[in-house]
């Protein structure tokens, strides 16, 4: 098999996590990055991992993506407000016949992709770990860190598992991030949502953090419904969770490290919050099948007056 080569677009919390260690397995990465640019071109990048630290004294650093040498996989990992910059980058940055990998909370994200470099595979990337910037090239990792990935179609219905994720599983795997290769995108992406929607945006509505959501009964309860509303807004498209599910994503939560979450974290730092990814596609999903999803609803209106007040003063 012919090496492959990787070029990450974002690199914050979770593109550098997985670029850094990708980068220490052997491959070759090339990393975009924006206001970290100088910071990186001079340190590299440090990684303080619960499942080890590093350092990488020296990176493939970026500042244009016309600089950048055309790559075999290219991992976006920018969050969702965004998108907007990537008609610009991928056409210069992502091989003809190669892959996008498309690492974001919400729905929708891989059409967009699809239709910018329609000649590329697509997949769609969902993370779950604790990751967050400490400082400029300084990551932070607290806890989990499963990557999993599945093939984008067109017609919304579930891809398979084609030879290239397989190759790109095992080079994330022999750095050391654990990778799950799925048949059903849509499925995962609400698989997702199930615990995004409650825990992201009631963190910022409550100024909590994860274990105080799950700790305190009240929150707790709303958690919980929360969560069984979207699961019943995958099940309008044909996705059934079972309510197992719910049950194990409360586990590990419980045994998460006290967390903020990145819609959080965002907010804390007077930054635009990825409300119309992981409410506002969602909702607009579930009134397309004339599903009315009320709590979910509610968090979404609230985190937009919160997003238009962040947007109007932002945090000094």
């Known amino acids: 098999m012919t090496e492959l080569s990787y070029a990450i677009i974002g690199t914050g919390a979770v593109g550098g996590l997985y670029g850094g260690r990708l980068q220490r397995a052997g491959q070759e990465v090339h990393f975009l990055l924006h206001s970290d640019f100088n910071h990186v071109r001079r340190h590299g990048l440090r990684i303080d991992s619960v499942n080890g630290n590093f350092r990488l004294p020296k990176v493939k650093a970026y500042h ?9 996989v290219t991992v976006i990992t920018l969050k969702a407000t965004a998108n907007t910059v990537l008609p610009g980058i991928l056409p210069r940055v992502a091989k003809p016949g190669g892959t996008v990998i498309i690492i974001q909370n919400g729905l929708g994200a891989e059409k967009y992709i699809a239709d910018i470099v329609p000649k590329s595979t697509v997949l769609g990337g969902l993370s779950f770990l604790c990751c967050s910037k400490i400082a400029p090239g300084h990551i932070r990792h607290i806890d989990y860190g499963l990557l999993t990935l599945a093939l984008y179609t067109r017609s919304g219905r579930p891809g398979g598992v084609i030879p290239v994720m397989k190759d790109i599983a ?65 099940a309008a498209f044909g996705r059934e969770i079972p309510a197992a599910f719910v049950k194990k994503m409360m586990r590990d939560t419980d045994r998460m490290e006290p ?39 509610m968090l979404y209106q609230a985190l937009c007056l919160l997003n238009c007040r962040n947007k109007r003063q932002p945090h000094k």
């Open 259 to 297: 967390y903020d979450t990145s819609m959080k974290l965002d907010f804390n730092h007077g930054k635009q919050m990825e409300v119309e990814a992981i409410y506002g596609a969602p909702l607009r999903a579930a009134r397309s099948r004339g599903l009315s999803l009320p709590r979910m609803e």
């Open 64 to 72: 244009r993506a016309s600089d950048m040498p055309k790559c075999d």
């Open 170 to 234: 095992a080079d994330f795997s022999n750095s050391g991030t654990p990778v799950k290769l799925i048949e059903d995108l849509l499925l995962a992406r609400w698989k997702k949502l199930v615990w995004n929607i409650p825990f992201n945006g009631l963190s910022v509505l409550l100024n909590a953090s994860t274990l105080e959501l799950v700790r305190n009964p009240h929150t707790r309860t709303l958690c919980h419904a929360l969560m069984e509303e979207t699961i019943r807004g995958a």
